[in-house]
């Protein structure tokens, strides 16, 4: 299952916890990415908010990774499941794709 998540941080007024915080953010993100949960990010400009594209077989899953996020205590998220649309043009592009020879 996709889900479109909208992370918002409020990073602690400490800045050496707040450099920890990154850094360890930067680690597990990396980790969640490997393992295909992150899909894809964006910033959003002038904020500490992200978009992301995250992958998980269900909302519990997504939770977990989610809560597994050393920032998770400092951030709001916002998540929509998402659902194939038929006009999707990335599913188009693979439906039509040549397949590998055997």
């Not at 992301?52 to 916002?78: C, I, K, N, Q, V």
Request: aromatic share 6%; no cysteine.
């Amino acid at each position: 299952m996709e889900f479109l998540v909208r992370m918002s941080v409020h990073w602690p007024a400490e800045s050496a916890l707040a450099d920890e915080l990154r850094r360890a953010e930067g680690v597990r993100a990396r980790e969640l990415a490997d393992q295909g949960v992150i899909v894809r990010l964006w910033r959003l400009p002038g904020t500490t908010a992200n978009w992301g594209l995250w992958r998980a077989p269900d909302a519990t899953e997504l939770h977990a990774a989610l809560m597994s996020l050393p920032l998770a205590p400092h951030a709001e998220f916002e998540v929509q499941a998402l659902a194939e649309h038929p006009n999707d043009p990335a599913a188009r592009q693979q439906a039509t794709a040549p397949s590998a020879p055997a």
